[in-house]
RNA sequence: GCGCCCUUAGCUCAGUUGGAUAGAGCGUCGGACUACGAAUCCGAAGGCCAGAGGUUCAAAUCCUCUAGGGCGCGCCA
């Protein structure tokens, strides 16, 4: 097995990219020699839902009818004529003509069992593309506020982003992958002061907790730390002399914690911790508001009154009200950036009344400085971050970009729950569910995987109990359980003095079965599978792929008991070809659970529940 | 009030970016082990794809409207 595909070497074509360019050619012949129109519309080539369909369906003579002036069936004719014509190979078996005027065709058999020498050849690798050319990425998740530990919410942030990473990876993209430290600002001002009174309670003093402060346990171990550190020297200084070194020194320890839960859900690494603090340092920000100042995307006036949250606007004494707790008004102007124009609701202000920057200034500036460094920007957000998109791209827009330069996946919210009860959350309440705690007591990979069994911009019911039962309710368990049985046959043909399996053509011939060729085709497809989830940015597709396959190798294991047609039988050379099929499919599960950073165990651990 | 997301079998959800007769798990009912892991599998029942229009050869998928649920809508970050 090699380790992965050598860089520069494109990896092989997929089979649906053989039967595309035959197409193509046909196509192009066709159309050079007048027949009908250069193709416009794309043309797709999709396995069809009924295999009786053939091996690919394809909606040439559909999408060309219109333009060709020829009934679909009519045109399909001629186009397979075309076909017939470049495929010199012979890679076609056969064609016909269905339905509207779809060309269903078949490949020779060949074709697919030439295709999996591919997984032994390639190995670990098995599934890498150059899909994605090379083309760098900036992948940014979490980027969880430095004021306490990862919640639920994060981990599913955390396990989305970094299989979307993983996925950029594996179909040929350049990805880095990015956290933005929010360490400037209110909020981790607010983390020091509270630090502040739990160093003052730690000298014995009474201190009243705000509600806005962070109660947890962890702002204690903070002030403890100061306390062993600097002694009293804080205690009765101004509060502009500690607050800096209180909240570097929060915000450094909350890293840590954060940094040991990311490593607890299996996200190892980063390569790059941006720093909003350092942004404004080094100057980046005032120099991000000068660019825009020299490209009139700036302009200084009043904002419009802040809808209410509820209901209709609200009179505007109310308004001002508001606004004057806060400390600011209606009235003040503002240097606003003209978002508006570039299809955001209104124009955003970048800098506040005082003057300084605000924290939509500093992350555009930041987006700006990111998008100089890759040439596309992932952002994994929470869905309360939803309405803050547009701007982004507005911003992206303005300074010269695409929009689509910065794709955002958005992640729904977790609802925690224990054998269907709904588990208690909530900030304000103050019993939030720690990342930590669920993975302790589910397990990283369980956590992992069930992070994933839904597209991301659904919410997703989390059970704490399913999540720790050894049984195939629990996806995870069920996938994980099918390799370790695949694994288990591989074991018993060797103790039964089998050779090792090896790619052999005229073995793997002997897979005339109709699930061995579902299965076949599966394993080949895997590659394509992993390439469309990258460029998807869904990550949830290669659970589900992994769990239809394993369910298609069950049911072909346990209809072999009942038919007598065994893994390993009789025949040297069926067992052979059957061995090599049950190789390629643990390697496509193995590679899969790779992507989603779950492992593929040899055995199963702990015994069945029911002996007798 | 406005924006975004969601609405598919009794429940929880997929649906390959517009393809042919809409799928899976759970649950219900009925079945399958004297040999490769029954931690598995097979079968049955279960659907107006929230509703109404539109776009076209073709719509669960795209557009508009309506109804429900969620999340947002600050000079917070």
């Not at 939803?386 to 955002?408: F, I, S």
Request: net charge neutral; aromatic share 8%.
């Amino acid at each position: 097995m090699r380790p992965a595909a050598a860089p520069g070497i494109p990896p092989p074509p997929m089979i649906r990219d053989l039967v595309r360019d035959l197409f193509e050619k046909a196509l192009a012949r066709g159309a050079a020699a007048g027949r009908w129109p250069a193709a416009s519309i794309p043309v797709t080539v999709e396995p069809p839902r009924d295999p009786r369909h053939g091996d690919f369906a394809v909606n040439a003579a559909l999408v060309l009818s219109k333009a060709a002036g020829k009934p679909p069936r009519e045109l399909a004719a001629s186009i397979v004529e075309e076909l017939r014509a470049v495929d010199a190979d012979g890679a076609v078996a056969s064609v016909e003509i269905a339905g509207p005027g779809f060309i269903n065709l078949r490949l020779a058999a060949d074709v697919w069992f030439r295709g999996l020498a591919e997984v032994e050849r390639q190995g670990a690798a098995f599934g890498r593309t150059g899909a994605g050319k090379g083309k760098r990425v900036n992948v940014e998740f979490v980027s969880a506020n430095p004021t306490g530990p990862m919640h639920v919410g994060h981990g599913r942030n955390a396990v989305t982003g970094d299989v979307v990473a993983r996925l950029l990876d594996w179909s040929g993209h350049a990805v880095t992958r990015e956290y933005y430290v929010n360490d400037f600002g209110a909020q981790v001002q607010t983390l020091a002061r509270s630090v502040h009174l739990r160093y003052q309670e730690l000298h014995g003093r009474q201190v009243v907790f705000p509600p806005k402060g962070y109660p947890g346990e962890y702002v204690v171990d903070i002030a403890r730390a100061v306390k062993a550190a600097d002694g009293d020297r804080w205690l009765d200084a101004p509060e502009s002399s500690w607050l800096a070194p209180f909240r570097d020194r929060a915000v450094e320890h909350v890293l840590g914690m954060i940094r040991e839960d990311l490593e607890a859900i299996g996200v190892g690494r980063y390569d790059v911790w941006s720093s909003e603090k350092a942004l404004y340092q080094s100057g980046a920000v005032e120099r991000f508001l000068a660019e825009l100042t020299a490209k009139d995307l700036v302009y200084v006036g009043k904002l419009p009154p802040p809808r209410s949250k509820k209901g209709a606007p609200p009179p505007p004494a109310h308004v001002a009200a508001i606004a004057d707790e806060e400390g600011m008004t209606a009235a003040d102007d503002l240097t606003l950036f003209r978002s508006s124009q570039y299809g955001d609701e209104v124009d955003r202000p970048v800098k506040k009344a005082d003057g300084t920057p605000t924290y939509f200034c500093a992350d555009i500036a930041y987006h700006w400085q990111k998008r100089q460094r890759a040439d596309k920007l992932v952002d994994v957000l929470g869905a309360d971050h939803g309405g803050y998109v547009p701007r982004l791209k507005a911003a992206l827009q303005a300074l010269g970009h695409q929009r689509d330069d910065l794709h955002v996946v958005l992640i729904q919210m977790v609802n925690l729950t224990r054998g269907g009860e709904a588990v208690k959350m909530g900030k304000r309440s103050g019993n939030v569910v720690w990342l930590r705690e669920v993975v302790d007591e589910v397990g990283r990979d369980a956590a992992r995987y069930l992070f994933l069994t839904r597209r991301a911009d659904a919410q997703l019911d989390f059970d704490l109990d399913l999540a720790k039962q050894q049984t195939l309710d629990n996806p995870v368990f069920y996938v994980q359980y099918g390799h370790a049985r695949i694994a288990s046959i591989l074991r018993r043909a060797a103790e039964a003095g089998i050779a090792a399996p090896r790619y052999d053509l005229e073995a793997v011939r002997r897979l005339a079965l109709p699930e061995e060729q579902d299965l076949l085709r599966r394993v080949l497809s895997f590659p394509e599978l992993l390439a469309g989830a990258a460029l998807a940015f869904e990550p949830h597709r290669v659970a589900y792929f992994l769990q239809e396959t394993i369910a298609a190798f069950h049911s072909y294991y346990t209809g072999g008991k009942r038919t007598g047609e065994r893994v390993i039988g009789p025949d040297p050379v069926t067992t052979a070809g059957r061995l090599y099929l049950c190789k390629a499919l643990q390697q496509v599960l193995a590679n899969g659970l790779a992507v989603l950073g779950v492992a593929a165990p040899e055995r199963m651990e702990s015994a069945p529940v029911d002996e007798e």
